[in-house]
């Protein structure tokens, strides 16, 4: 079945540094793929999606480009900030099918 | 009140308590989930109404049992639940296309987190 594999956390980086949050998926067909982060204490909110091969998804400095050739949706911020402490997920979509999330990565920002 | 709202945030019941998690979307949209989000594990997809019917049932115990009584609003009926059960309990939403096909892009609630003592 589909499946979705992101980096192991936690991860912890120093205010202003580059971040990568590796992800990538096993699906038969041409999945939607998203992140969602997840704050402290709050539910899921979509953080960016791309719904075909060589897309791009933005928001807030966060990027990711679907690649078909290498099944990755990696997350990458140039300069990240103790606000973008969070719970990251990675997740596919297909058709009617149901949404499927990775373990999530914990991300915290040192000042 | 936008986007899609639960109530209580926080719930705390013993094992032959009978509560119900209420969950409430204003975007217009006919699809509803709910999900388990527990400790150190993927979230999991419990269950899905898409044109207020239940189109998928993830083999979830009959402990937990949903209703969806329109297209706003999901419950999620709880009764003789067990310790494991304790986790943060999601909602979601999303618009179907024509047809009963789900388009992608899920908004979810803030989440009911719930201890079982």
């Known amino acids: 079945g589909d499946s979705v594999t992101q980096m192991e956390g936690p991860v912890t980086l120093s205010e202003e540094a580059f971040l990568t949050i590796n992800c990538t998926y096993t699906?038969?067909?041409?999945?939607?793929l998203f992140w969602y982060v997840q704050y402290p204490g709050e539910g899921l909110q979509l953080l960016l999606k791309?719904?075909?091969?060589?897309d791009k998804g933005s928001n807030k400095g966060f990027e990711a480009t679907y690649r078909k050739e290498t099944t990755s949706f990696h997350l990458e911020k140039g300069s990240v900030q103790v606000s973008d402490s969070a719970v990251y997920f990675c997740a596919l979509i297909q058709g009617a099918q149901k949404l499927v999330f990775g373990q999530g990565t914990r991300l915290t920002i040192n000042p | 009140e936008t986007g899609v709202t639960q109530t209580p945030r926080h719930l705390v019941m013993g094992m032959t308590n009978k509560k119900s998690l209420k969950c409430e979307q204003h975007l217009g949209h006919n699809a509803m989930y709910w999900y388990k989000q527990s400790a150190k594990k993927p979230l999991e997809l419990m269950f899905v109404y898409s044109l207020e019917e239940r189109v998928e049932n993830n083999s979830v115990p009959s402990r937990f049992s949903p209703e969806c009584p329109n297209s706003s609003h999901l419950f999620l009926h709880l009764h003789t639940l067990q310790p494991e059960d304790s986790a943060l309990y999601l909602c979601?939403?999303?618009?179907?296309?024509?047809?009963?096909?789900?388009?992608?892009?899920?908004?979810f609630g803030p989440g009911t987190r719930l201890t079982v003592l």
């Open positions: 699906a038969t067909g041409y999945p939607s």
């Open positions: 791309a719904t075909k091969a060589d």
């Open positions: 979601a939403s999303s618009q179907s296309a024509s047809g009963g096909v789900r388009t992608d892009t899920q908004y």
